[in-house]
């Protein structure tokens, strides 16, 4: 699996709270994402485990090469200011 390095990428489950309360944030900041669930796209487990260094949920991965995981509402805003992708 190769990911779109142009794009944010998020690994997780729709059944995880931390990563609907991510994909919330993301959302309602108009920020396009790729969504890869784990428990479709069982194969991508060892990629996020790999980017997080450890299982956990979600695993998001940006453009500029960093990845959060587990971001605080607060945390994963700042990255997005930071990247310029909202106000």
Known sequence: MQ???KNITMFGT???ADCNRSKKVLN???VHFDFI???VVTEAAAMAEQLAGRKSTPVISFPD???QVEPTDADLTAK???L???G
Do not use: A, R
Request: aromatic share 0%.
């Open 14 to 16: 729709t059944t995880c």
């Open 65 to 67: 090469g960093s990845v």
């Open 3 to 5: 990911l779109n390095e």
């Open 28 to 30: 309602d900041n108009g």
């Open 80 to 82: 997005l200011e930071e």
């Open 37 to 39: 669930d784990l428990e």
């Open 84 to 86: 310029g992708l909202v």
